[in-house]
């Protein structure tokens, strides 16, 4: 399991058991949740919460993501705004379950644009150093992809869905992205993946998208 997840899942465990003190005093447990939030969009977002900003004073930029962090539990309001603009560009309220880990993709202007992902990380073999890596396609207009890291194929993955993780050799290694069934790669790139280490590839962007709204594969860390 990947460091930053078992810090979180220990933070947690940790704020699920303060729920009780000395002189059986009962204190409200934090009931929180983990989430990573991946702006696959070509603007520049600012991320809220139930109307508090999330992302600090750096604005979260095409391609990027804000790392795991902590947010309150249940149906909370989660709404972003294009970076510099008050205007709220659109709003997803959503449910996440108390002690999970979770992403939110953002991939357009409008809520229907927007996804989430239960992140259950992958059991990794350090002993013989093994790389885990699982697929999202967040890009809106491609249909189903396919995608291939040298021979290891992972077909069929529908825009907001996503692969189980596999395991892999780490190493650099060549990325290449077909429209399902297609003989001809869309994307045709490489990467270097470290050992131990549990990776998330996702697409974004428009297939005749220019700039930041090419058509791209990306990598997060896990």
Known sequence: MNIRYSILFLTLITGGLLSCKNN?????????T??????ATADTLNFYVNGTRQNGVSPLYPSGNTGLFLIPSG??????KKAGNPNVLLSTPTNFTYNTLNSIYITGESADKVFTTR????????FKFTTAVRFVNAAPDAGNLDLFIDS???PGVAYKLFSPFSLMGSGQKRIRVYLSGATIAKLDTTMAFQSNTDYTLFTKGLLNGKGNAAFN???LTN
């Open 152 to 154: 290891l194929k992972i």
């Open 75 to 80: 149906l909370q309001n989660y709404q972003f």
């Open 34 to 39: 983990g989430l990573n939030v991946i702006n």
């Open 217 to 219: 594969v990306r990598r």
């Open 24 to 32: 059986d005093s009962v204190i409200r447990p934090a009931l929180q």
């Open 119 to 126: 992140d259950v990380p992958p059991v990794i073999d350090t």
